[in-house]
């Protein structure tokens, strides 16, 4: 069954324990989380109102600037927050469980197996005096408490899951003898050890350059094809979820502010923020590189940090579109075409009079 993602591998039984995936079921429901961290001035908001599904087989891009709440709010789904932070609404269905009423050792039951996740600074997550297999051995050992033969096999056939050639060797070699691509794919491998239904993979290819991002996000693609997992793709760049995500939700200040299929995004969004964001994208020309040249401008201003947040929409202070109305009025993340929701007050107009 694995023909397709793993032509190095040695042993089809590497995704063997798969359990079956109905595309099309709701795998994760996250709805309208909130969570807040303690600070000097009294408690600040770093993620206010979030919603979003991913479905068995399918792919949710979560995109938006730096300190726009992705990390955090999937830290919350994971049950991860750090002790200063805490959920203060919302809920996250796991298959209809709400994780977020779990205890704490009940969560941790949940997480590798139900919801996975790839932290956005996992390559530094690697203990540089152990082996890689030594690693991925002893985390499973931990979680399954299979024997030291069994664990170490299973880590091969998952650095060959994960498309690291010559896996039988370089379980031995330490991390300083993978490249930064590598040592990604073997976290992506670590991730997808408990053979997770859903995969929260938090800027995996961020740290990479530009060949090596597009690899690792074909690999995530193909591995989430392959398994009908429900993946979660987060970032800060419009430009990597084009060929990746089924769907998107453009995240500012803490919200979403836009949801759509991704090619309707492309097509025509219907939010000035993702406006910005896929003009800051740089087109590819013959021959180009999107590494040279550097980025385009996405919109002057930096988001706002949480308690900083104006009035009325989030995004006022720097659309090109604001009125006196987006000064003093949120805008609610409505409907405004089959599958598609904006947050913003003149969404119908972006879209040319298309309404719901
Ligand atoms: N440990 C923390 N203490 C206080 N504020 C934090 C902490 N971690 C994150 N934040 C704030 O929460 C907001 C969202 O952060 P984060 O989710 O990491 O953003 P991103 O979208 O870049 O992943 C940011 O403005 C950040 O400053
Ligand atoms: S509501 Fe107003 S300020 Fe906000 S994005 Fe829409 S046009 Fe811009
Ligand atoms: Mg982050």
Known sequence: MTESITDTTTDDSAVATTAPREAGVALLEVEDLAVEFRSDDGSVRAVDGLSYRVDAG???ALVGESGCGKSVSSLAVMGLLPPTARVV??????????LLALSPTQHRGHNGTHVAMVFQDALAALNPVHTVGYQLAESLRARTGSSKREARRRAVELLDLVKVPNAVQRVD??????SGGMRQRVMI????ALDPDVLIAD??????DVTVQAQVLRLLAEIQAERQMGLVLITHDL??????????????????VEHAPVRDLYAAPAHPYTRALLRSVPRLEAGGDRSVGGRLPVVPGRPPAPGKVPPGCPFHPRCDMARDVCRTDV????????GRSSACHFATELLGGVRA
């Open 58 to 60: 399918r792919t949710l």
């Open 89 to 98: 609404r919302g809920s996250a269905r796991y298959r209809g469980t709400d």
């Open 173 to 178: 070699e330490y991390p300083h003898q993978f």
């Open 189 to 192: 491998a670590s991730a997808l």
């Open 203 to 208: 800027e995996p290819t961020t740290a990479l």
């Open 239 to 256: 430009g990597v979820v084009a060929g990746v995500a089924d769907d998107v939700t453009v995240m500012y200040a803490g919200r979403a």
């Open 331 to 338: 805008p609610q993340l409505d409907d405004v075409a089959p």
